[in-house]
């Protein structure tokens, strides 16, 4: 599959994202899940298009699962030096 790295927009870091075949002719335009592994609590679903083999509009189309998630207390505490 073609590939492509992207600054996600939900994650703000460098991803390499996997395309539809369909984008072997340099333009594509539609859903595909950022550069987290497959399953991951923290894959979003980015709404991309891209025109002569550059991205022209990238956004977020649905956070991942952990945006719903509230942190463990064990995990507060530690993030905050209090265990």
């Known amino acids: 599959m073609p590939k492509i790295t992207i600054l996600c927009p939900y994650h703000r870091v460098s991803e390499e994202l996997e395309l539809p ?3 072997a002719e ?3 335009q539609g859903e595909v899940p950022c550069g ?3 399953g991951s609590d923290y894959r ?3 709404n991309i298009e ?3 083999s ?3 509009r990238i956004g977020l189309k649905e956070p991942p699962p952990s945006a719903f ?3 463990s207390l064990k995990k507060v505490l ?3 030096g209090l265990r």
Request: glycine share 4%.
């Open 78 to 80: 530690d993030d905050f």
């Open 21 to 23: 075949e369909s984008y």
């Open 26 to 28: 340099g333009t594509f």
């Open 36 to 38: 987290h592994p497959e």
């Open 50 to 52: 891209i025109i002569q």
């Open 69 to 71: 998630k509230a942190p």
């Open 44 to 46: 979003a679903i980015l």
């Open 54 to 56: 550059k991205v022209r």
